[in-house]
């Protein structure tokens, strides 16, 4: 297995539906970059029909709502 493949995700994915006081965070996955830094992982549990895809930056300790400050 490779280096690429056996580190953390530094990044989260999420579907984002709606918006203000209705929006709605889904994590669906993991982002990381390759050693080189010219590429990225992006590991997906599941594939959006619909909303937004948004990537942040994982916080150590948090809920994924406290991350995204919603």
Do not use: C, Q, Y
């Amino acid at each position: 297995m490779s280096e690429t493949t056996t580190k953390r995700p530094t990044h989260t994915v999420f579907v984002v539906e709606g918006e203000g006081d209705k929006t709605t965070w889904t994590e669906i996955g993991a982002l990381w970059s390759h050693d080189d830094r010219k590429g990225f992982n992006l590991n997906l549990k599941a594939m959006p029909l619909s909303g937004r895809l948004v990537i942040r930056e994982r916080r150590a300790n948090t809920k994924a709502k406290e991350s995204v400050g919603a």
